[in-house]
């Protein structure tokens, strides 16, 4: 059986890491064949090394002479191109995982290409999903989820009818403040609130865990992913149970497994499981709580619910940039921890253009929502 070939866009961040752990322990089903960082060139120039990667690309472009010195056979491409380059490459399967908006640029050109994506990024899906999954549609190729909610519903899904689907149920770990009181959110610090109680993750998405931005934004990413507008969450503070599918017969399905990206890493890059040592310990995974949905003190997935059920409007992509900007803002020390959802409720609200999400536009309304932010702050 020939190898699946990867490209990692993100390959420094906590997916690509990742990512490059499971073809450390699969060499003989992967290999990597270009990788693709925001800034941290001497990590890139690590990995490529240890996988002898020659098709290289680093967003910022002060850092190429620096990485060109320490890889002079590489190919080195700097900017969007960093990105792009994954489409003239053979690989097989392009790992998606840039933060932010300008992650679309690798995700398009991945797509045009015909290579399936094995998306890591929110905020692309949320600010343009249905572009994206139509693009992928004419292309013949498809955008597989790296969440562990989404990867979880694809695999509640499988063997069964649209049709027989009532909703989709994402959960939620509520995160480190869930038991606290208004006045106790206001005083959470940056040091806080990047720490995780079940996920190791980076300082951005820690923090949106925190808000349940991150839910909010996972339930936008499950409409346009399985085309449907029921979906829901609920509290389940263990994160055991990673989503369910409800079906119209009253059955429901979930997936269980321990918090760890690798098992939907190996699901989204892989047509075929991969064995892991590791077994089950149910009793170490006892007792599974649920709690209601705290709307009186976390309103980001009510906010992202009501705008799924405005269709497809830009709206979603306001929403994914102004957290990104508030939470920029917030670990910066400008702004407190409940301004952020202040932020971006007042920046959705006021938001007066109303045009679809088109791959062209979104990059212009970010940097118009994050350059409003900033003036007001």
């Known amino acids: 059986m020939s190898k699946t070939k990867l490209f990692i866009i993100g390959s420094t961040g906590s997916v690509g890491t990742q990512t490059l752990n499971i073809v450390r322990r699969h060499p003989d089903k992967f290999s990597v064949i270009g990788l693709s960082a925001g800034s941290d060139w001497k990590l890139l120039a690590e990995q490529a090394k240890e996988f002898k990667v020659r098709t290289i690309g680093i967003a910022s472009e002060e850092f190429a002479s620096d990485l060109q010195k320490e890889l002079p056979q590489a190919s080195i491409y700097t900017r969007a191109e960093a990105q792009t380059i994954c489409g003239n490459t053979n690989a097989d399967v392009v790992v998606a995982a840039a933060a932010g908006v300008v992650g679309i640029y690798g995700v398009v050109a991945a797509l045009q290409a015909g290579k399936r994506v094995a998306l890591a990024n929110k905020e692309v899906l949320v600010s343009a999903g249905n572009a994206l999954m139509k693009l992928a549609n004419e292309c013949n190729t498809e955008i597989v989820p790296i969440d562990s909610e989404h990867s979880a519903i694809k695999e509640c899904l499988q063997g069964h009818k649209k049709r027989d689907v009532k909703r ?99 699901q989204a890059i892989s047509n075929h499981k991969l064995e892991r040592q590791q077994v089950t310990d149910f009793i170490e995974m006892s007792p599974m709580s649920f709690y209601p949905k705290p709307e009186d003190r976390f309103k980001a997935p009510k906010l992202a619910q009501d705008l799924i059920a405005m269709g497809d409007t830009i709206l979603p992509c306001v929403y994914s940039s102004a957290n990104e900007m508030a939470v920029q803002l917030f670990l910066e020390r400008k702004i407190g921890f409940c301004d952020i959802y202040d932020i971006v409720e007042r920046t959705v609200h006021n938001f007066k253009e109303s045009i679809v999400p088109t791959i062209d536009n979104i990059i212009d309304v970010d940097t118009q929502v994050k350059a409003n932010i900033l003036k007001g702050v």
């Open 168 to 266: 989709l149920i994402l959960t939620a770990s509520g995160g480190s403040f869930f038991f606290q009181t208004q006045e106790q959110l206001e005083k959470i610090t940056p040091e806080q609130a990047i720490v995780h109680p079940n996920w190791k993750m980076g300082r951005k998405i820690s923090v949106d865990s925190s808000t349940l931005f991150n839910k909010g934004l996972e339930l936008i990413e499950a409409r346009w992913l399985y085309d449907t507008t029921a979906v829901d969450y609920i509290i389940h503070r263990e994160s055991v149970i990673h989503s369910m599918v409800e079906y119209i017969d009253g059955s429901i399905i979930a997936q269980l497994s321990s918090p760890d990206m690798e098992l939907p890493i190996q």
